[in-house]
Every structure is written in C-alpha cells, then in structure tokens.
C-alpha cells in the first residue's frame, strides 16, 4: 500500500495574481507523492457565502481554509488540501476550495470564468454554493456554465460549428457530477402544496421557460447547460448556521452545541453523501486520476490559459501519456531487473533455467506496464519496453555463460592441480605411465561432473581443458615403452573418437540452447500480444461504456424535454443522438484492431530478432486447426480476441499459441 500523506493545512494550488494565474511548485510536489486514486470535490460560488467552512467540515476540521468575516473575499485561487479518505482506505480526497465569484476587487470577470472552468475540469465532484433559493437570480449568476464551450475543448482540433456541437457532446464523458449548495435556506420544500424533496426542488428550478423570446433563451440556457453538461445532480439545502451575528463571524472558533442543531444535521448529512458517493476522479474511456496526474492536468490547462489557448482534455491526456508512459515502462523495467536479482541464482545449471525465470518477470513487467500505461500511441513504449526486456535478458544469458565458465574453469584448475604437479614431476615419463595418467584423467573427470551447478559452460570448459591436455597425452602415449605400437595407435583412436563425441555433444548443447532461445521469442511475442489484445478490448469496452452513457442520457434529456412541452429542443437533439448511435456502431467493428494487432506483432518480431515470422506462424497454426488460409495473420488476431461474433471462448490458450509458434522452428 502506498505511504499516506497526512497534510495539516491546505496550500495554494493555483495562485491568481493581478489575474495572471500560475501553479505553486510546491502543490506539484505534494501531489506527485500521491500515487492512490483520487477523488477530487471542488466547491464554486459567490463569494463570502460559506463555501471554506463546508470544505473544511469535509477535511474533518473546523479550521482550513481560510473563513471570511468582511466583504472582502479570503480565498485566492485554488487551494488544495489532500486528505486520507474516509470511506476509501486505497483512496485519496483532493478538496479544492475556489476564490469567490463576483468579487468586487477583481476587475476582470474573465478570471471567473477560468476559476470555474479549472473546478470543472479538475474535480469529480463540483459543488456550486448559493444563498437563499434556487431562482432566476440565482441561475442569472450561474451564467459560467454557459460559458464552458468556449472555455473547455475535449478534442484539439475542431473545424466547423458541427465538430463544436459534438465536441461538448462529449462533456457529459468526463465532466463531474453537480451538487447545488443552498445556504441560508428559508423556504418550505413544497411544490403545489405537496411535500418535495431537494432534489426535485433543483430538478424543478431547472425546468425550461415556455416562450421564445430572446430574454426567455437568455433565461433558458444556464437550465439547459447544467442538464445537458452534468447528467448526475444533487442538492442539499442549509439553514442560517445561527443567527447570532457574533458567532457568524467567527464560526470556526465556537462550539458545535451554538450552532443550529438542523444545520448540524445539514452538514452531516452533506459531508456524508460527498464521503461516500463522489466519484473517482476519471478521464476519457475510464484513465484514473493519481496525484501525479492531476499535477498534470493542472499544469498543462493553466499553461493553455494563459497563453491565449482553451483548455483541452486531448492535449492534456496526449501530455500525461508521454510523461506516465515513459515512468510506466521505466518502472516495468526495474521491475524486471529487481526480481531476475531476487531470483536468478548465477550460474544458473541450465540455459532453460534462467530463460523459464526470465520469461516470469517478463510476464508480470508487462502487466505492471498495461496497468500503468495509457493511450500508447502506435505502441512506441511497448516497444521499446520490448527491446530493453530482450536486452536486459542477453545480458544476464552473456553473464550466466561468463559466471559458468569462471566457475568451471576454477573447479577444474583446482581439481587439476594434482595431475599438473604429476606432470612436471615427470610421474608419467615411466612405462606404464600412460594408463597411469588415463586413470588420474577420468578420476578429474569423475570429480568434475559430480560438482553440482556448474552451469551452460560445463561442457564447453570440460572440451577446452581436455584439448589442452592432448599434446601431452599424446607424448606421455608415444614415450611409454610398456605399449606396443598397435596398442598406441588403438590408444590415438580411442582419443581421436572421444574428442569427435564431446565436439558432437557440445553442438547438439549449442543447437538445444538455440532452440531455447527461440521458443522464449515465441514466447515473449504471445505474451506481448495477448496483454496488448486484451488492453485494447478493455479500453474499447471503456469507451463503448462511455458512449452508451453519453446516449442514454442524450435520450433521456430528449425524452424529459418532449414531456415538458419542448419539441423544437428535443428535435434539436436529434443531431447529437445519431451520431452518438454511429460512434457506438463504429466501435462495434473491430477490424482496427486485427490490423492493429498484427502491425505490431511483426514490428516486435523484428526486435526479438526471430528466424521466421512469427505472426505468421499463429496464423498457419490456425489454418491448420481448420481457420481460413485467406484471412492470414489478421485473422489468426481476430481469433486472438474476444471481438464481435468471436467471443472469449474463441481465444487460444497461451499454450496453443506457443505450439504454434515452436512448430515451424522445430521443423
């Protein structure tokens, strides 16, 4: 589990200086210490209207943020306080608490917009705080909300009015869910004379306006923009906390009993719901939101705001990736690296040894880097992760064969050193000294092949050492008088035929290890394949998620608007519907990613320097198994995935995929 941050005070997140915004370095830095999921509740509102103190009751705490007492706004900015979440042990809650809207001492309502704009795209959670009732008034003031499709870009490029319209289409897909604060509420929750909850309070306040007018549109579009932009909302209303004047400007110094026992209860109530409904802080197609992401996304849109540009999701989800990617395939490496330390034990007494423990870290680095990996453009990262996995791996291969040979070569030096000795002594220069010196010979070799772990080297280190001994051999043979000569041409034959089968048992070794080493190719190329398979359905599925939500609510919307009276808006709607329908249908075709699949199957197979293609050995593995010869490698992809017609139940196991991809080598 990750180390909890426990931050006594909020800090300053986005400063606002003379209406020039920046972001506080040392913010960055608290948020790149959190790697848990957030969830993120930004509060927006008029100032001097309570927003802080709601904020901090969040954070646990009655003091916090800044609490005003006079007309003159406290808050500057954004201020961030990251704090353990209570329902979510494997969570973090990111409290953003916004200056004041309205404030008399800004002289640029822009800035408003740019304040609002950042909650919006930051949190999960947006609470929009109010005093009195949900009115005309109050919905006037709330025009920041109109605003957002000139403020916000979910796609970078768009070209005409119609790429406009379905660019904040997609708002719905990664915009917070909506709470409407009232404070200072007095009114009876009655509509009609009937009992209503809050929520039909809001619901009913955010009706449209019969008519058409102009002053009747104006009054319309903040109603249709918060129905159309936030499809989850959710409101509380809050009584005077009390009505002495006195404990109002210092609030967070007086004890819970002065306040109003019905707002306690409000507050509880409120602080609740936020604890234990807010979201997890997502952005397109289901990518979670970490405190290094934020700080991401927090830097990349105030860098657009201030130098002329619109906030856009794409550029800032383009951004992340390079930066998460890159961290992504760094860690999966380090991953690979620590464990073949934890776990490789050089020299290792096979070749299939080491590469059986490579191919397991290699398993769970690839994992490690889908899990942590997104919008992988091309699959560049998976590339190169590819090729430093296989690099790492030869150099371990190279240092198993040094540390086998070091090995060899000293056990042997040291169980030589009695026959070395002999040797010089001139112990063999005696009739009879050649069986003499066969029978030292095989005790070395008796001694040296009961050493355990010796490793690949074994053999090969055994050869050379006997070769080095052949010139004398074959002088301690010619100088025994005790042989006759057709004895030492049987003994020169003997030899001859020894070395011919140890040079053939060290090539059959070579070829074995050959062999090994491109099945753990083959290996490492269906294990690439597969993850990056079954990444692409799970992010298709995401995104087919997400469309089908943005439609059902679409046709939700329409369906609300033709009961309220309002046919020309629900037909306007049309538009948006149909083409959300053929997003969903698009989706739906999955020939993209056989293609996909296959493009990067033959650009690993050329990274893991395999003698054939490997792709198209899956695909004749499936030709065989009675697939379509025509379709070839892309169709041996499609049968690799759960897409369409072909579900999981069509998806080879990793054993049949190997078979297929060893086959061909074998052969």
């Known amino acids: 589990m990750a180390p909890r941050l426990n931050m006594k005070a909020p800090i300053c997140l986005v400063e606002n200086i003379k209406e020039q915004l920046s972001v506080n370095q040392e913010a960055l830095q608290i948020l790149d210490q959190i790697s848990q999921p957030l969830v993120v509740m930004a509060i927006v509102g008029l100032y001097r209207t309570g927003k802080s103190y709601l904020m901090n009751q969040l954070a646990g705490q009655n003091h916090g943020f800044p609490l005003g007492s006079t007309v003159q706004s406290k808050t500057k900015g954004i201020w961030m306080w990251c704090v353990p979440h209570p329902c979510k042990p494997d969570h973090m809650l990111v409290l953003l608490d916004t200056e004041g809207l309205g404030d008399m001492e800004k002289g640029d309502s822009k800035n408003d917009s740019w304040i609002f704009a950042l909650a919006v795209l930051l949190s999960s959670m947006l609470v929009y ?10 919905l006037e003031l709330l025009h920041y909300v109109t605003e957002l499709t000139d403020l916000i870009r979910a796609k970078s490029s768009l070209t005409s009015v119609g790429d406009e319209v379905e660019d904040s289409t997609e708002f719905v897909s990664f915009f917070p869910d909506f709470i409407w604060t009232v404070r200072d509420f007095t009114l009876e929750l009655k509509l009609n004379g009937d009992p209503i909850t809050e929520d039909q309070y809001l619901e009913n306040a955010l009706k449209l306006i019969s008519g058409r007018s102009l002053k009747v549109q104006s009054c319309n579009l903040p109603r249709e923009c918060i129905r159309h932009y936030f499809p989850k909302r959710k409101c509380f209303v809050f009584v005077r906390p009390t009505n002495n004047t006195e404990f109002l400007a210092n609030i967070e110094n007086i004890a819970e009993y002065q306040l109003d026992p019905k707002f306690q209860e409000q507050t509880k109530k409120f602080c609740s719901y936020i604890s234990t409904q807010a979201r997890t802080k997502t952005l397109r197609e289901g990518i979670t939101v970490t405190g290094k992401r934020l700080g991401t996304l927090v830097v990349t849109y105030v860098g657009a705001i201030n130098s002329g540009a619109v906030p856009c999701l794409e550029n800032a989800v383009t951004t992340m990736a390079q930066i998460e990617n ?13 464990h073949m330390v934890q776990r490789v034990r050089l020299p290792t007494d096979t070749l299939q040894e080491l590469l059986d423990l490579h191919a397991a870290c290699e398993k769970e680095a690839i994992a490690m880097f889908m899990v ?11 590339k190169n992760l590819v090729k430093t996995l296989k690099e790492k791996k030869d150099v371990l291969v190279l240092q198993n064969e040094e540390a086998s040979a070091q090995f060899c070569r000293d056990k042997l030096e040291q169980l030589s050193m009695a026959l070395m000795e002999s040797i010089s002594a001139g112990t063999f220069s005696v009739p009879g000294g050649h ?9 070395i070799k008796q001694d040296y092949w009961q050493v355990p772990r010796k490793g690949v080297k074994a053999n090969e280190v055994f050869q050379s050492f006997l070769q080095s001994q052949a010139p004398i051999e074959k002088s301690i043979l010619q100088a025994d008088k005790a042989l006759t000569d057709g004895e030492k041409a049987m003994a020169v034959e003997q030899a001859r035929k020894e070395a011919a089968e140890k040079e053939q048992e060290l090539m059959k070794q070579k070829l074995q290890e050959q062999q090994q080493q ?10 690439n394949i597969l993850q990056l398979t079954q990444k692409i359905e799970r992010d298709r599925e995401n995104l087919l998620r997400e469309h089908t939500m943005m439609l059902e609510h679409k046709l939700k919307l329409q369906e609300e608007m033709l009961n309220e009276g309002f046919r020309k808006q629900a037909d306007e709607m049309n538009a ?3 083409q959300l329908k053929s997003k969903i249908t698009e989706n739906e075709d999955t020939s993209w990613i056989a293609k996909t699949i296959e493009k990067f199957g033959n650009e690993i197979t050329s990274i893991l320097s395999a003698p054939a293609n490997l792709f198209e050995n899956v695909s004749s593995y499936h030709t065989m198994k009675g697939g379509s010869p025509e379709k070839g490698a892309a169709a041996s992809v499609s049968a690799m995935s759960p897409h369409s017609s072909r579900r999981m139940d069509a998806v080879p196991s990793e054993g049949d995929l190997t078979v297929a991809l060893t086959e061909q080598h074998g052969a």
Not at 129 to 136: A, E, K, M, W, Y
Not at 326 to 338: F, L
Not at 372 to 382: A, C, G, L, P, W
């Open 435 to 443: 069986k003499l010196y066969m029978e030292t010979k095989a005790r």
């Open 372 to 382: 942590n990996s997104f919008k992988d453009e091309k699959q560049e990262f998976q």
């Open 576 to 578: 948006e519907i149909n």
């Open 326 to 338: 890159s961290a992504a395939m760094q860690k999966a490496a380090e991953h690979y690296s620590e």
């Open 518 to 527: 491109m099945e753990i190719q083959s290996r490492s190329f269906v294990e």
């Open 129 to 138: 705080n109010s005093l009195g009732t949900i009115n005309h008034q109050a």
